[in-house]
Every structure is written in structure tokens, then in C-alpha cells.
């Protein structure tokens, strides 16, 4: 099971971003745990995932959390996040992956 992390500032901008990548996930046929936590949540569930994707909101800690952790991670795609785009976010995080 592939694990990905979301992170904003609140936790709520990106809900309906996991829904719409749980949804992608699923029509594949990747089983996937998706969820999505405040900026203050972070660091505490950053081990838990495979990746990380952050909110453009938070591009100026991305260096800082890059530093705790060995986890992959990277600011989500300016139009995917705009739009919502569960597909092209999911491929994000699957490329990351490796």
C-alpha cells in the first residue's frame, strides 16, 4: 500500500485534493492511504508515508522539512493544486516515489 502525505496550512485546503487522489487511486487499482494534516501535524506523520506533498502555501518550509526526513518530499504542482487534479497530484507523488 502506497502511503502519501498532504500537508497545508490548515489541513483543509487539501481535502478535497485526497479525495480526488483516493478516487484516481482507486480507478487504477493502486491501493493507496492518503490523508491530509495541518502544517503543525507535519514533522509528528512525516514517517509514517512514503511521500510528502506540500502546499504551495508552505514552499518556505520546505527545505526545513527536507532536513527532518528522509521521506521524499516536494511542493504539489501549482495546477494541480488550483484545480484539484487528483490525477496529476497522485503521478506527483508516484513519480517522487520512484
Known amino acids: 500500500m502506497k502511503k502519501i502525505l498532504l500537508a497545508c496550512s ?6 478535497l485534493l485526497v ?15 492518503i490523508w491530509a494534516v495541518g502544517q503543525d501535524q507535519v514533522v509528528t506523520e ?5 511521500v ?3 502546499g504551495p502555501q508552505m514552499r518556505f518550509l520546505l ?10 518530499i516536494e511542493v504539489i504542482d501549482m495546477m494541480a493544486y488550483g484545480t484539484a487534479n487528483g490525477k496529476a497530484a497522485y503521478e506527483q507523488a508516484m513519480k517522487l516515489m520512484g
Do not use: R, V
Open 52 to 54: 510528502i506533498l506540500i
Open 46 to 50: 512525516m514517517d509514517e508515508a512514503d
Open 63 to 72: 527545505d526545513k522539512l527536507k532536513a527532518q526526513t528522509s521521506t521524499p
Open 19 to 33: 479525495t480526488k487522489m483516493k478516487d484516481h487511486a482507486t480507478s487504477i487499482g493502486d491501493e493507496a492511504k
Open 10 to 15: 490548515s489541513g483543509m485546503s487539501t481535502s
